[in-house]
T-cell receptor
């Protein structure tokens, strides 16, 4: 099965700074790379995803970059705001299987004023 | 559109008791999933149903059973609850295989005494 690691496990930044979370995976067949955000006490929700034929995708203040050769992808958040405080999960998915995902253990981001 | 709904929201069981967690989606999705979330462990897949009429084990299936009642509903049963099953349980659905976002329910917080 897929072995997924996220770094760092916790991250504290000041409002307005940038945050970067890295996800490494083991299965070279993975071709779908989503990031989920989970606010305290809430359900996980997709915030951005990328497919293996694309190296980078941006949506306003968030972006995801993919390095398939090195088997890692990263979430970038610029101009962080207090509402970005949450736990972020990566969930790379290998192709040729059913639609299940293997989630990373999460990164807790704290944006301080 | 309610999305993915789960019942109950909270439940306390004694060791050895049984219960069924209910999940329903109104998005006409083919695939449905059950996860458990423990502190520091991320989301771990218990069982999934790639399409109506099929179910498969995930990463942590022991102690659980599932039923895909129809396309809308996917239930999770604990036959003899154990304290190790204390967790938050999330149901999710997705349109199907390949590059698909998973939509999560609000979760059920289960405590086994």
């Amino acid at each position: 099965g897929e072995n997924v690691e996220q770094h760092p496990s916790t991250l504290s930044v000041q409002e307005g700074d940038s945050a970067v979370i890295k996800c490494t995976y083991s299965d070279s067949a993975s071709n779908y790379f989503p990031w989920y955000k989970q606010e305290l006490g809430k359900r996980p929700q997709l915030i951005i995803d990328i497919r293996s034929n694309v190296g980078e995708k941006k949506d306003q203040r968030i972006a995801v970059t993919l390095n398939k050769t090195a088997k890692h992808f990263s979430l970038h958040i610029t101009e962080t705001q207090p509402e970005d405080s949450a736990v972020y999960f990566c969930a790379p998915k290998p192709t040729g299987t059913a639609s299940k995902l293997t989630f990373g253990t999460g990164t807790r981001l704290q944006v301080t004023l | 559109n309610a999305g993915v709904t789960q019942t109950p929201k909270f439940q306390v069981l004694k060791t050895g008791q049984s219960m069924t967690l209910q999940c329903a989606q109104d998005m006409n999705h083919n695939s449905m999933y059950w996860y458990r979330q423990d502190p520091g462990m991320g989301l771990r897949l218990i069982y999934y149903s790639a399409s109506e009429g099929t179910t498969d084990k995930g990463e942590v299936p022991n102690g659980y059973n599932v039923s895909r009642l129809n396309k809308r509903e996917f239930s999770l049963r604990l036959e003899s609850a154990a304290p190790s099953q204390t967790s938050v349980y999330f149901c999710a659905s997705s349109p199907g295989v390949a590059y698909n976002e998973q939509f999560f329910g609000p979760g059920t917080r289960l405590t086994v005494l």
